[in-house]
T-cell receptor, first 113, second 111 residues
């Protein structure tokens, strides 16, 4: 257990539904990252928060995806109108300082039917 | 071409063998990470390197900045070392500290 928690751990949804995932960071970590990992691949960067500010978004993050970190603590990632191609593991990682390692949560595995 | 490449993609070893996993990257970096991922998804950071060599137990990580290459070594391998090992880099000049990942090396250590 790294101290980073993610909920739910698994989500099965039908195509076209909206889903929301939550990440709770280690309390003193002000940097938060979302990554997506598909089967057999390494994770890919989606978006980055420093405190409550979303400072970078990947072009992988289409307009169906939105992420928030309203009080600089927990973060949510919402996917609207899910597609089968959204099926993946969604990973959250947090970091205290720029030069530190990143601590990963257990991930949320999304399956879109 | 991926910016971070790992080899081999798959590796099967017998218990006790010395294992080497390699990682090459294309441009200047500020740090390189070696990560371990077990079935079910959880990722654990093993090492973060910007130069030289680090050792933790049976694991050794080295990096050659000039050659843009890093290796992860496992001595006296054990079946519990079976996992996916992922190399990830933080490139110089990025506005954030996002990591760019290799595709991973699936290691199976047989008893």
């Amino acid at each position: 257990d790294t101290g980073v928690s993610q909920n739910p751990r698994h989500k099965i949804t039908k195509r076209g539904q909206n889903v929301t995932f939550r990440c709770d960071p280690i309390s003193e970590h002000n940097r938060l990252y979302w990554y997506r990992q598909t089967l057999g691949q390494g994770p890919e960067f989606l978006t980055y928060f420093q405190n409550e500010a979303q400072l970078e978004k990947s072009r992988l993050l289409s307009d169906r995806f939105s992420a928030e970190r309203p009080k600089g603590s927990f973060s949510t990632l919402e996917i609207q109108r899910t597609e089968q191609g959204d099926s993946a593991m969604y990973l959250c990682a947090t970091q205290e300082r720029a030069e530190d390692t990143q601590y990963f949560g257990p991930g949320t595995r999304l399956t879109v039917l | 071409k991926n910016e971070v490449e790992q080899s081999p993609q798959n590796l099967t070893a017998q218990e006790g063998e010395f294992i080497t996993i390699n990682c090459s990257y294309s441009v200047g970096i500020s740090a390189l990470h070696w990560l371990q991922q077990h079935p079910g998804g959880g990722i654990v950071s093993l090492f973060m390197l910007s130069s030289g060599k680090k050792k933790h137990g049976r694991l050794i990580a080295t990096i050659n900045i000039q050659e843009k290459h890093s290796s992860l070594h496992i001595t006296a391998s054990h079946p519990r070392d079976s996992a996916v090992y992922i190399c990830a880099v933080r490139f110089n000049g990025g506005a954030t500290n996002k990591l760019i990942f290799g595709t991973g090396t699936l290691l199976a250590v047989q008893p």
